[in-house]
């Protein structure tokens, strides 16, 4: 059993990769899409192979076995997991869930469905950042405002508008939800992050016309703290970011890079829906009509 399961896995972890490992080669906007599919990809991946050993293990447990065995026959699971595998998967998936219902309890206090001006906020720190939600409510800090000219902070408002625009808190909370369920994809979830921040760079960099004031600013408040799960000016990877502005905008990709990215996403599409197969028999046991 651990074989069947193990395989298709360990697949999709290793081809889920591929795809955002050249996200810098991307212009942001793609770069964003691939890794959050490939995210997802991986989630669908793992999430039925946990349930299914932690079903088994649960099953030939003392104590809590016989209040799982019925979830094991509906599965079809006869064989038992060792404890060395079964009981940090329990563990994994238990500290997950709790992790992914407090990420999405604080996403929905901070999110803003009506449209309403920028908000102008007192704080000593300067600051800039887009609200999830629809309304993509954006929110200045009275010391960013100070911190910057007139020009800057247009390219500010300009940045946290494309956040705004694209709906950037989606791809953020997608990858903020993968880390959190599944903690060793925390490093493809930075890569969503700084993907979007990029993203919003180049389109205020469009906004404004000069590339280089982009950067400057950026730089002015390069050492300051965003909120947490919000799309902000000063977010991950300034110095790289900075670099990028200093450069051309990268170019689309080749059609040939194209083909080799979306084979590589099918490839781990197919393996993640493979490992689906296995909660079937226990959604009919619960949903038999």
Same mark, same amino acid.
């Given at each position: 059993?651990?074989?069947?399961l ?17 996200h810098r080669?991307?212009?942001?906007r793609l770069a964003?899409?691939?890794?959050t599919?490939? =995210?997802?990809?991986?989630?669908? *991946?793992? +999430?039925?192979?946990?349930? %299914? !050993?932690?079903? $088994?293990?649960? #099953?030939?447990?003392?104590?809590v ?11 079809? =699971?006869?064989?038992?997991v060792? *404890?060395? +595998?079964?009981?940090?998967? %329990? !563990?994994?998936? $238990?500290v997950? #869930? ?10 929905r ?11 102008v *906020? ?6 800039? !950042?887009?609200?999830?939600?629809? #309304? ?25 508008r ?24 925390r ?8 993907s979007i ?20 600013t ?8 965003n ?12 110095a ?6 200093l450069?051309?905008p ?15 996403i ?18 009919t ?5």
């Amino acid at each position: 059993m651990l074989g069947s399961l193990a395989f298709p896995l360990l697949v999709t972890v290793s081809v889920a990769p591929v795809a955002p490992s050249a996200h810098r080669r991307l212009p942001p906007r793609l770069a964003t899409r691939f890794v959050t599919i490939a =995210l997802v990809l991986v989630i669908l *991946a793992a +999430l039925p192979t946990a349930l %299914v !050993v932690a079903v $088994a293990f649960l #099953a030939h447990a003392p104590v809590v076995g016989f209040g799982f065995e019925w979830c094991a026959q509906a599965m079809g =699971l006869h064989g038992s997991v060792p *404890a060395w +595998l079964g009981a940090p998967v %329990v !563990v994994l998936i $238990a500290v997950g #869930a709790v992790r992914a219902f407090r990420l999405l309890r604080q996403h929905r206090a901070l999110r803003v469905e009506h449209t309403r001006p920028i908000h102008v *906020a007192h704080s000593h720190k300067p600051y800039a !950042v887009t609200l999830p939600g629809r #309304a993509g409510q954006i929110v200045i800090s009275t010391a960013m405002v100070e911190l910057l000219d007139e020009d800057e902070q247009r390219i500010v408002v300009a940045h946290e508008r494309a956040h705004a625009h694209y709906r950037h808190d989606r791809y953020l909370l997608t990858a903020e939800f993968a880390a959190a369920v599944l903690p060793p994809l925390r490093a493809l979830a930075k890569r969503v992050n700084y993907s979007i921040e990029r993203w919003a760079d180049e389109a205020a960099a469009a906004a404004c016309g000069d590339r280089r004031l982009v950067a400057i600013t950026l730089g002015k408040v390069a050492l300051q703290t965003n909120p947490p799960t919000v799309a902000g000016f000063s977010g991950l990877g300034v110095a790289s970011r900075m670099g990028a502005l200093l450069e051309p905008p990268v170019p689309n990709p080749h059609r040939i890079h194209v083909v080799a990215l979306w084979l590589s996403i099918v490839v781990t599409a197919g393996f993640s829906v493979y490992q689906l197969h296995h909660l079937e028999r226990l959604l009919t046991a619960l949903c038999p009509h």
